[in-house]
């Protein structure tokens, strides 16, 4: 649970293996995050429908060598909200106060979070290397948006189980092809266990579900973006799964043409969850070694 009278502290969480600290974001935004390991610092930014426990995995498998930090994004676990002026300068201006803070030199993104770290590599000199996995980037209408549209609806109307189906079903991930109906009874029996299982402080899928807005319109702001990116002059690691849906292969490609000092990897047999937890069809030791070669 977040304590705002410990915005500039770093606590030791109890009974945990990682400390709790917070930066405070230039429009006075708190940001949460947890700690782990020794070494140069690595941030690792999550993803849609993800807190900063959805890497802990991957920040293990790393700690022996790098001290990983692991933000909650705004709108989840230990950090502000989203604000009503939210966009993606506000998630960079988010990473480059815990840049700041701890003085690490590497980023790694997951998704959406992907995004933001590709922004971050544009404009944060204090970045150094950055590894991208998967951003669902808006490339020449490379896969379509309109389907927020419907899932906004469903979110307003308190149908959570069929939002998510929505959003599953327009980012092509694991499941989409399933029977609607199949899929919105399962989401909902996997919300009520998991209500049912929820500890104190814990962050659901049902209370990450209106986080989904804000993942959805970073990726619309993306429309148009590509070109900038060809001013990240560090080394870039563009990290993709082989199962993972066509427009994210897409986006990697077109990444991979532009970015001048870009080195690609692609994972076989893995899909979009292949940075996170086991639990959600992660394979973190897998991962961590491609990073560990890159960021040595």
Known sequence: MKNTNVKNQTIVAAHERYTIGYVTS???????YRQLGQGPGVVIVHGAMETSQS??????????????YLPDRRGRGLSGPHG??????????????????????HIIGASSGAIISLQAALTLPAIHKAVIFEPPLVINDSWSTDFVSRYESEIAEGRVASALVTATKGTQMCGHIMPRWLLELMTNMMMVSEDKKAKNGDVTMRALAPTFH?????????????ESFKDIHIEVLLLGGSKSPAFLKFALDA?????????????????HGATGNTNRGGKPELVAQELRSFFA
């Open 214 to 226: 804000y993942d959805a319109q970073l990726a619309i702001q993306t429309k148009g973006m590509l």
């Open 84 to 105: 009503k002026d939210y966009s993606l300068q506000k998630e960079v201006e988010d990473i480059e106060a815990l840049l700041a803070k701890k003085s690490a030199h």
């Open 26 to 32: 230039k429009d006075g935004t708190t940001v949460g």
């Open 55 to 68: 890497h802990m995995q991957l920040a293990e498998a790393l700690a022996d060598t790098y001290t990983v």
């Open 255 to 271: 990444l991979e043409k532009v970015l001048p000092h870009a080195k690609r990897t692609e994972l076989p047999g893995l899909n």
